[in-house]
C-alpha cells in the first residue's frame, strides 16, 4: 500500500458534463502530478502542484484544471468532457518537488459516453 | 523531447525462468533518471528499480536488475526466477533531473504485457 487513495474508482459521464476527481495524499507529501492513462498506452502527465501551487504542466488543454490543499488532498477537474477523455487517471505524490520516488494511487476510470 | 520505447507489446515466461523486458529513450540530457515500474491488475503503479543516470553501475533489487548502456541509450530489466506474482504490465519511464514548467515529470513508455506460466 502506498497511502495514497483516489476516488471514486469508476465513472461514467457523457459528453460536455464535467467531472472532479479526488486524491488523498500521505501526509507530508507536499508535491502531487496527475496523469492520464488511455487504453493500451502509458501514463501521460497532466500536471503537478506543489505547496498548492501548480508548478508544471504536459500538454493538456486548459480544461483540465485542479487544485491541491494543505490537508494533502488534491482534485483533478475536467470540463466539456470528450470522448477521448476517457482513460484512467493516476495521481502520484512526494515528499518533495524533485523527488523521485513516488508514490501512486489505484486511480479512477472515467468512462465519457 | 524526451521519448521512451519499449518494442515489446507483450511477453512470456516460464515460472522460475529469467525474461529479459527492453527499453530504450531517446534524450539530449546528461543528467536524467530511468525507472521500471510494474501495474498490475489493481492498476496501482508500482516502482520496480531506477537506475540515475550519472551511475555506470546496474541497479539491482532482489531478482530484478537493470543492464544501463547510456551511449546505446538503452535500459533493459532483466527479471530472475520469475513468480506468478510477476505477471503484470511493465512501464519503462524517463524523468529529467531539471525541474519547471513540462520538465521532471515521468515519461512513460507504452509498456509490455509480461505473462507468467506455471
Known amino acids: 500500500e502506498t497511502g495514497v487513495t483516489q476516488s471514486p474508482t469508476h465513472l461514467i459521464k457523457t459528453r460536455g458534463q464535467q467531472v472532479t476527481l479526488r486524491c488523498s495524499s500521505q501526509s507530508g507529501h507536499n508535491t502531487v502530478s496527475w496523469y492520464q492513462q488511455a487504453l493500451g498506452q502509458g501514463p501521460q502527465f497532466i500536471f503537478q502542484y506543489y505547496r498548492e501551487e501548480e508548478n508544471g504542466r504536459g500538454n493538456f488543454p486548459p480544461r483540465f484544471s485542479g487544485l491541491q490543499f494543505p490537508n494533502y488532498s488534491s482534485e483533478l477537474n475536467v470540463n466539456a468532457l470528450e470522448l477521448d477523455d476517457s482513460a484512467l487517471y493516476l495521481c502520484?505524490?512526494?515528499?518533495?518537488?524533485?523527488?523521485?520516488?513516488?508514490?501512486f494511487g489505484s486511480g479512477t476510470q472515467l468512462s465519457v459516453l | 523531447a524526451q521519448t521512451v520505447t519499449q518494442s515489446q507489446p507483450e511477453m512470456s515466461v516460464q515460472e522460475a525462468e529469467t525474461v529479459t523486458l527492453s527499453c530504450t529513450y531517446d534524450?539530449?540530457?546528461?543528467?536524467?533518471?530511468l525507472f521500471w515500474y510494474k501495474q498490475p491488475p489493481s492498476r496501482q503503479m508500482i516502482l520496480v528499480i531506477r537506475q540515475e543516470a550519472y551511475k555506470q553501475q546496474n541497479a539491482t533489487e532482489n531478482r530484478f536488475s537493470v543492464n544501463f548502456q547510456k551511449a546505446a541509450k538503452s535500459f533493459s530489466l532483466k527479471i530472475s526466477d520469475s513468480q506468478l506474482g510477476d505477471a503484470a504490465m511493465y512501464f519503462c519511464a524517463y524523468r529529467s533531473a531539471t525541474w519547471g514548467g513540462s520538465q521532471g515529470n515521468l515519461i512513460f513508455g507504452k509498456g509490455t504485457k509480461l505473462s507468467v506460466k506455471p
Open positions: 502520484a505524490s512526494s515528499y518533495e518537488v524533485g523527488n523521485e520516488k513516488l508514490f
Open positions: 534524450t539530449s540530457e546528461s543528467d536524467y533518471y
